[in-house]
């Protein structure tokens, strides 16, 4: 089954995002944080079916090198990238061969839509959560006129350029059930 599609969109939709130093960004940003200690990767997948299970027809996933996601495609002693499955970290291993699966393309970066949340969220939080990605892709809904990422920590950052309907009762459900920073 597919997990991604490549919707053949190399830009990131959001002009306005600073995707270098995302706090430079022309936006707003909140952080949101989990208030629970249980199993970061359950918490974190019920925040994002919480806070963006209505908008996830919306939302397109960036990467600016899906192949490089995680750390350990990168290999020190031939200074160069190694992309074979089974030299790879547990976590590595479900997130390449989910690349493959869904035929996204060696070197590929740019925008994919996904298409089953329930697989894709597990893997790209186990490798974020353990280290071996050092970074989350970036969510955005081009509609909204938002993004956010996940963090290691079990927050997400969240970045937006106006407070909209959408983002005023998204910021009012995760006042409710989590720790709000701005």
Same mark, same amino acid.
């Given at each position: ?25 022309? /936006?707003?940003?909140?952080?949101? &944080? !989990? =208030? ?6 359950? +918490? #974190?997948? *019920? ?41 790879? /970290?547990?976590?590595?291993?479900? &997130? !390449? =061969? ?6 996204? +393309? #060696?070197? *590929? ?48 950052? !969240? ?24």
């Amino acid at each position: 089954m597919i997990i991604l599609e490549n919707i053949h969109q190399a830009d990131f939709p959001l002009k306005w995002a600073d995707l270098n130093s995302y706090r430079n960004s022309d /936006s707003f940003r909140k952080e949101i &944080y !989990l =208030k629970d200690d249980g199993n970061i990767i359950e +918490e #974190l997948i *019920f925040l994002f079916y919480t806070l963006f299970g209505k908008l996830k027809e919306n939302l397109i996933i960036y990467d600016k090198s899906w192949w490089d996601f995680c750390l350990d495609t990168w290999n020190a002693d031939k200074d160069q990238y190694d992309y074979e499955i089974d030299t790879k /970290s547990k976590e590595t291993q479900e &997130y !390449l =061969k989910m690349l493959k699966i869904s035929s996204i +393309e #060696l070197g *590929f970066s740019g925008c994919c839509k996904c298409k089953d949340w329930d697989t894709f969220l597990p893997i790209i939080l186990r490798c974020i959560v353990s280290h071996q990605a050092p970074y989350s892709p970036i969510f955005c809904d081009a509609v909204n006129d938002f993004f956010f990422y996940f963090h290691y920590s079990g927050s997400i950052g !969240l970045y937006y350029k106006n407070e909209n309907n959408t983002i005023k009762e998204l910021l009012e459900n995760a006042s409710d059930k989590y720790t709000l920073k701005s």
